[in-house]
């Protein structure tokens, strides 16, 4: 994955060379997950701020939306939990109002992670099941490993 980071670093460069705001953005949201990905989470949250930046300068919203959600998860992989809900809630408000159901399942996930990364069970697996049911209305992959999430929590 190193690998594919250097790569991707490598194409946002020649974005910004050649002027492609919708590019740089783009790549900067996908090398910001990737860095968190990779175990660099300070890392991914530079490369995340800025790529927020840029998605809402440019007016792209669903961008924004992943980039605070990954965000959210970067500061909870740091212990920053109370930042990390705030980017997550961030992230459902605005995927609510452009209607993406994907991303308000993605955003429901990171909220319950991060809920149960707090030590709230409950609130956390209840997180977990609306986005299972959201992941699952989509048909996205995505629900296996949450139903995995919700499983390994137990009956509760």
Do not use: W
């Not at 968190?36 to 939306?65: F, Q, S």
């Amino acid at each position: 994955r190193a690998g594919a980071a250097d790569a991707l670093a490598r194409a946002v460069e020649v974005c910004r060379e050649v002027g492609s705001r919708l590019g740089t953005a783009t790549g900067l949201v996908f090398l910001g997950a990737l860095r968190r990905e990779n175990g660099d989470p300070a890392a991914a949250i530079e490369t995340l701020t800025e790529a927020i930046e840029l998605v809402r300068d440019l007016g792209v919203r669903g961008g924004e939306v992943e980039a605070l959600n990954e965000l959210g998860a970067a500061h909870r992989d740091l212990g920053d939990l109370d930042l990390s809900a705030d980017h997550h809630r961030r992230a459902l408000s605005l995927a609510q109002t452009i209607e993406s159901l994907m991303d308000e399942a993605q955003s429901y996930a990171g909220l319950g992670r991060t809920e149960l990364a707090a030590g709230r069970p409950a609130e956390g697996a209840e997180h977990l099941r609306t986005a299972l049911a959201l992941f699952t209305k989509v048909g996205a992959g995505e629900a296996a490993e949450v139903a995995a999430e919700l499983d390994r929590l137990g009956p509760g």
